[in-house]
């Protein structure tokens, strides 16, 4: 299958051990731009260079040709700043492209239990891994 990995930049590190593992399970898989730079610490997640780098490289149009090129997403969704399962605006923004072009989109932990999105990710069904990439088919 091939699979697009989405999420957090600060997950760079475990993003990496995903797509090794899929890669592993025979899926051909996508990943975000930067992201071993990121797990290496040679870029830094957030504030206005992240936006500018966003900008300077298209990289929410090129994370979503890859969505769009992928059978399906698989979203790792760890606990950051103290928030369990962590989703966050890009990550979101990224599920809803996979929801509108009808890919499966896969979650390794369950949503978070955050209010002003949990219904909209409740309603784009996605499939909860329970930590567990074998169970992704």
Request: hydrophobic share 40%.
């Amino acid at each position: 299958m091939k699979i697009t990995i989405c999420g957090s930049m600060s997950f760079a590190k475990e993003m990496l051990d995903a797509e090794k593992k899929l890669k592993g399970l025979g899926h051909n898989v996508f990943m975000p731009d930067g992201c071993e730079k990121y797990a290496q610490g040679n870029i830094k997640e957030g504030g206005d260079e992240g936006a500018k780098r966003k900008i300077e490289n298209d990289l929410i149009r090129k994370h979503y040709n890859l969505i769009s090129e992928s059978e399906a997403i698989l979203v790792l969704n760890h606990e950051k700043r103290g928030i369990k399962n962590y989703i966050g605006g890009n990550a979101f923004l990224e599920m809803g492209f996979a929801h509108i072009l009808d890919k499966k989109i896969f979650l390794l932990n369950p949503a978070p239990e955050t209010d002003f999105m949990a219904q909209e990710i409740q309603a784009m069904r996605p499939v909860v891994l329970g930590g567990d990439l074998n169970k992704i088919l």
